[in-house]
């Protein structure tokens, strides 16, 4: 049941893509806390009906909202990013888990430090999926910057 539900899920994920839904939008900021701290600040705003998950999942489950930096021996990322927004958490019966997701609106922050005095060029990709709170219709949102 399992694997059918998830063969299922991919399968209206590529639908949902060919018809190339975008329900989430990115905003990316930076706000600098010290002489070599940066908050970077990734902002999603959801349509309604719309959900971005956690990136606190558990495995075998959706897609679990991820950022990934490239290497820079001049820069330490912090290990995770802070989630701001109204959570809303709950038996997902398609996936058979608990899982956590966001309405309208979230905002993650994640933390940089600059090791070595010099300019510094972030580049970074978010890795989520959303769903359709009426179809069930998951859809993979992937950005970089």
């Known amino acids: 049941m399992r694997i059918l539900?998830?063969?299922?899920?991919?399968?209206?994920?590529?639908?949902?893509?060919?018809?190339?839904?975008?329900?989430?939008?990115?905003?990316?900021?930076?706000?600098?806390?010290?002489?070599?701290?940066?908050?970077?600040?990734?902002e999603a705003d959801i349509d309604e009906g719309w959900?971005?998950?956690?990136?606190y999942?558990?495995?075998?489950?959706?897609?679990?909202?991820?950022?990934?930096?490239?290497?820079?021996?001049?820069?330490?990322?912090?290990k995770t990013a802070e989630e701001i927004g109204k959570a809303k958490s709950g038996f997902d019966s398609m996936f058979e888990m608990e899982v956590t997701k966001y309405a309208n609106k979230v905002t993650f922050k994640q933390k940089v430090k600059i090791i070595a005095n010099t300019s510094l060029t972030a580049i970074s990709s978010i890795t989520s999926s959303v769903?359709?709170?009426?179809l069930s219709d998951a859809v993979p949102s992937k950005i970089s910057a």
């Open 5 to 42: 539900s998830l063969f299922l899920l991919t399968l209206i994920s590529s639908i949902a893509i060919g018809q190339i839904e975008t329900p989430v939008s990115w905003t990316l900021s930076q706000e600098r806390l010290s002489e070599n701290e940066f908050m970077l600040i990734y």
């Open 51 to 55: 959900y971005v998950y956690s990136q």
């Open 57 to 78: 999942l558990e495995d075998g489950g959706p897609i679990p909202t991820s950022f990934f930096y490239d290497d820079n021996e001049n820069a330490k990322v912090a």
């Open 131 to 134: 769903v359709a709170n009426i």
